[in-house]
């Protein structure tokens, strides 16, 4: 049997909603760690959509929903982390857990990622929450 294998790379970029505008850790010799989830202008990947289409492209592994048993239908991994006011990614969590090696999948394909253009607050890069989605669709054929 054949297994057709579509991925979607709408990846919803978003800012996480969270309870509170932001997130502090003590700082260490004065450096501001402060995360913030509502931001005047949203962290963005370098060459906007269209970069981060060809990003997904040339780094995600498609086949892996099948080569794990994964059966038709419909999966949405949802990821989160930080983009720092310099524009570097950290702190990687999967909020889905649906197996068949998808999250990992999302999580390797991430961490290859370039900085990304931080997002802005009051005129001034800062640390923020992202909030992204990828959608694997698998259908017999």
Known sequence: MYRKIIVLPLLLMCCAVFAQQSDTTKAIAGADTTVYSKVDTEAVFPGGKQGWINFIQHNL?????????????????????????????????????????????????????????????????????????????????
Not at 68 to 76: D, E, H, I, Q, W
Not at 98 to 121: C, F, N, S, T
């Open 61 to 141: 592994n498609a086949a892996v929903p099948t080569d794990n048993g994964a059966g038709p239908g419909k999966y949405v991994v949802w990821v989160k982390f930080i983009v720092t006011k310099e524009g570097h990614v950290k702190n990687f969590a999967a909020e889905t857990k649906l197996g068949y090696g998808l999250e990992a999948e999302v999580l390797r394909m991430l961490q290859l990622m370039p900085d990304w253009i931080p997002a802005k607050l009051n005129g001034k890069p800062v640390n923020s929450y992202k909030r992204v989605s990828q959608i694997f669709q698998v259908s017999e054929g």
